[in-house]
């Protein structure tokens, strides 16, 4: 059936837009954003990257990138170190940290009820399939 593709990549759609507004909604109550605190987590799985690195593990553009890490800087939640050559690094400051630590407690709560409805066996059948489709996609 040809519209199948169709239905499942929007059904995907539908369900990570849902997902999305409800993480930013419930990160808004700690004062950030679903794009801040992801930039947040990105930086604190890769203490140093660059903003190149930082940006597609994001999902983001170079120019994207680099206007929200000036909204992240600018508190004091990130702090950029010179690094070889022009290489500019990203590091979390201690404010950084506490609320990327806040922001894990957020969105474990609004995912856990979000995947609430799926017993356990079916999310892992669905995690096991999203990551062999991400797999695809990048080899």
Not at 28 to 43: E, F, H, K, M, N
Not at 52 to 68: H, V
Not at 123 to 135: E, F, S, V
Request: charged letters at 25%.
């Amino acid at each position: 059936m040809h519209s199948e593709p169709q239905e499942l990549g929007r059904a995907v759609k539908q369900v990570q837009y849902r997902q999305h507004r409800a993480l930013d909604r419930a990160l808004g109550g700690i004062g950030t954003t679903l794009a801040q605190w992801d930039a947040l987590r990105a930086i604190g799985r890769s203490p140093g990257a660059s903003a190149r690195e930082l940006a597609a593990a994001t999902f983001q553009t170079e120019q994207a990138f680099g206007t929200l890490i000036g909204r992240l800087t600018a508190p004091g939640l990130v702090e950029r170190r010179p690094g070889h050559g022009r290489r500019i690094e990203h590091h979390l400051t201690p404010a950084g940290e506490r609320l990327l630590a806040a922001g894990h407690k957020v969105a474990d709560t609004v995912l856990a009820a979000h995947f609430a409805v799926l017993p356990d066996e079916d999310r892992t059948a669905l995690l096991g399939l999203l990551r062999r489709l991400a797999a695809q996609a990048e080899a």
